[in-house]
C-alpha cells in the first residue's frame, strides 16, 4: 500500500478488494530502524475498515514489541518484526501469536539466513527484504534468489510450514525466478500500483504462480 494514492486510499482499497490479490501489505516505518517514516496505526485502522482481504503488516521499525497489541487492534491479521531489532525472537513470535495474529520475521537483504535456523519452527512468514528497506520502487537484488534456496532448504530440513515472502522490486519479469526458487508470496508495490491497469498486473502476477 506503500506504492498506493494515498489521496484515493478508499478507491485502491476497492481495487485490491476485487483483484486477485490476496492480502494487503503494509509498510510501517519509523524513521529510526529506517531513514524513513510511512504510517502507523490510525490509518491502518481506517484502512481496515473498507477492506475484505487480510492486512499483511511490516515492521520496520526499532522495539516492534512496544506495540504488537497496538497492531492487533488496528487490523493486522500477519505482524512481522525485523530480525535485525528482535534479540528474543522466540519471545516475539509467541507474543504476536497470542493477540491472534500470525507471525512474520523480516530480514534483511544483508542479514545471513542461518540467523532463523532456531526459531524456524515458529515463523509462520519469512518477509525476505530484496532490497534495503525504507523505500518503495527500488530494483531487486538478484543474489535474493540464492537466499531463498537456502531459505526453503532450511524449512524442508526443520520439516516447518513457514511461507517465503519476498519484499522488493518484484517484477512480472522477474516474478517467474522468484518462484521457481521457492518464495510462497510476491508483494509488488510499484508493478501494480504504477501500472496502467492495476488489477490486470495483478491478474498476471498470479499467473506466473501457476
Ligand atoms: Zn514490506
Known amino acids: 500500500m506503500l506504492s498506493a494514492d494515498f489521496l484515493n486510499l478508499e478507491a485502491e482499497i476497492d481495487m485490491i478488494n476485487s483483484s486477485e490479490a490476496d492480502w494487503f501489505h503494509l509498510d510501517v516505518m519509523d524513521g529510526r530502524f529506517v531513514p524513513n517514516i510511512t504510517f502507523g496505526m490510525p490509518i491502518i485502522a481506517a484502512m481496515k475498515k473498507r477492506a475484505k482481504k487480510p492486512f499483511d503488516v511490516h515492521l520496520m521499525i526499532v522495539e516492534p514489541e512496544k506495540y504488537f497489541e497496538a497492531f492487533a487492534n488496528a ?3 500477519v505482524l512481522s518484526v525485523h530480525i535485525e531489532v528482535s534479540p528474543h525472537m522466540h519471545r516475539s513470535m509467541q507474543a504476536i501469536k497470542a493477540l491472534g495474529m500470525k507471525a512474520g520475521v523480516a530480514i534483511n537483504p544483508h542479514t545471513p ?3 532463523l535456523a532456531d526459531v ?4 509462520d512468514v519469512v518477509c525476505m527484504m530484496s532490497v534495503n528497506p525504507g523505500f518503495g520502487g527500488q530494483k531487486f537484488i538478484s543474489k535474493t534468489i540464492d537466499k531463498i534456496k537456502q531459505l526453503k532448504q532450511l524449512i524442508k530440513d526443520n520439516g516447518a ?3 517465503i515472502e519476498i519484499d522488493g522490486g518484484v517484477t512480472l519479469e522477474n516474478a517467474a525466478g522468484i518462484i521457481a ?3 510462497d508470496v ?3 508495490g510499484n508493478t501494480v500500483f504504477g501500472s496502467p491497469d492495476p488489477k490486470d498486473t495483478i491478474k498476471r502476477l498470479k499467473q506466473v504462480g501457476k
Not at 524456524?120 to 515463523?123: L, Q, S, T, V
Open 75 to 77: 487490523g493486522a491479521d
Open 120 to 123: 524456524i519452527n515458529d515463523i
Open 181 to 183: 526458487a521457492g518464495a
Open 186 to 188: 510476491l508483494v509488488a
Open 113 to 115: 539466513i542461518s540467523m
Open 161 to 163: 510450514q513457514t511461507l
